[in-house]
Nanobody, 121 residues
Framework: QVQLVESGGGLVQPGGSLRLSCAPSESFFRINTMGWYRQAPGKQRELVADIQSGGSTNYVDSVKGRFTISRDNAKNTVYLQMTSLQPEDTAVYYC???????????????WGQGTQVTVSS
């Protein structure tokens, strides 16, 4: 059973920074998209940012200019560098990976367990 291992969440003051990382516990033949979603209390889960295997990125408008997503294809790891954090960024952040374990497999979507990010003074 593949697990996505997330790290880097925590409590930070407004204006602070955090870096999230995520990597799968098993090897993949192909990883198409890696990304981060978040869900705040009482709200729907939303895409924060994602990155394709070729490096193209996509961000939700509210984090543009503050968050940067990157990936290390050799390590199958995705990072989310978050700066200028605000209370409205408080949420559980979930890692997502879309890929195939073997050459002949269709791509499957995998989710991490989530890591809490709290922005508060």
């Amino acid at each position: 059973q593949v697990q996505l291992v997330e790290s880097g969440g925590g409590l930070v003051q407004p204006g602070g920074s955090l870096r999230l990382s995520c990597a799968p516990s098993e090897s993949f033949f192909r990883i198409n998209t890696m990304g981060w979603y978040r869900q705040a209390p009482g709200k729907q889960r939303e895409l924060v940012a994602d990155i394709q295997s070729g490096g193209s990125t996509n961000y939700v408008d509210s984090v543009k200019g503050r968050f940067t997503i990157s990936r290390d294809n050799a390590k199958n790891t995705v990072y989310l560098q978050m700066t200028s954090l605000q209370p409205e960024d408080t949420a559980v952040y979930y890692c997502n990976l879309q890929g195939a374990r073997r050459r002949w497999d269709f791509s499957v979507s995998y989710w991490g367990q989530g890591t809490q990010v709290t922005v508060s003074s």
